[in-house]
């Protein structure tokens, strides 16, 4: 079955610092794989998608993912977070096609440290 | 370009009431999805409407049902409302194909007392 799994529940990182945010996926087929970050009370905003190609995606904000086929993973990265940062984040995987929905992970949230 | 709208932002309403949610898509986009998030589950797709047929569902009870319009807007409905019917409800659309990805209006938020 498809799945994504996000390890870590809550991260806080001080403001300055780097951040990679985890996220492991099972799917048979090749995977369609987002990004997408959700202020409080707010709807989903995408950051970046991977279809096929270079295996490091460049999205909005600075935010930076890479996907690794032999670890099922695509982590997402950035080189210095702001305070503005701070949200929640989900990482999701579909098949592509027509057909189906984004399964998305339970989220990670972030908090930065002034 | 306007995004996509859900309306109310916030609902309150009993148990054993039923309740319609809307939509209004981006412009040109013919796919609407829905999901229901809360803090226990995270988001779980509801279903999904493209040229006004269900075109997928997920595994929620036949109280939540949804349909779209021919200018591609589209409403969910909840009847008999329970107490674990609070969540949030986000409604997504995308131009033909959800696995390219959405995009997500902010969310009605509903409560049931």
């Known amino acids: 079955a498809q799945s994504v799994t996000q390890p870590d529940i809550h991260i806080t990182v001080s403001e300055g610092a780097s951040l990679e945010l985890r996220c492991n996926y099972s799917?048979?087929?090749?995977?369609?794989l987002f990004w997408y970050v959700q202020s409080p009370g707010q709807g989903l905003q995408l950051l970046l998608k991977y279809f096929s190609g270079d295996t490091l995606v460049q999205g909005i904000k600075g935010f930076e993912a890479e996907f690794k086929r032999s670890q099922s993973s695509f982590n997402l990265r950035k080189p210095s977070v702001h305070w503005s940062d701070a949200a929640e984040y989900f990482c999701a995987v579909g098949g592509g096609g027509s057909q189906g929905n984004l399964i998305f992970g339970k989220g990670t949230k972030l908090s930065v440290k002034p | 370009k306007a995004g996509v709208t859900q309306t109310p932002r916030y609902l309150i309403k009993t148990r054993g009431q039923q309740v319609t949610l809307s939509c209004s898509p981006i412009?040109?986009?013919?796919?609407v999805s829905w999901y229901q998030q809360t803090p226990g589950q995270g988001l779980q797709f509801l279903f999904e409407y493209f040229s006004e047929t269900q075109r997928n569902k997920g595994n929620f009870p036949g109280r939540f049902s949804g349909r779209q319009f021919s200018n591609s807007r589209s409403e969910m409905n909840v009847s008999t409302l329970e107490l674990g019917d609070s969540a949030l409800y986000l409604c997504?659309?995308?131009?033909?194909?959800?696995?390219?990805?959405?995009?997500f209006g902010s969310g009605t938020r509903l409560t049931v007392v």
């Open positions: 997504a659309s995308s131009q033909d194909s959800p696995n390219y990805g959405y995009t």
């Open positions: 799917y048979g087929a090749t995977p369609y």
């Open positions: 412009s040109g986009h013919r796919s």
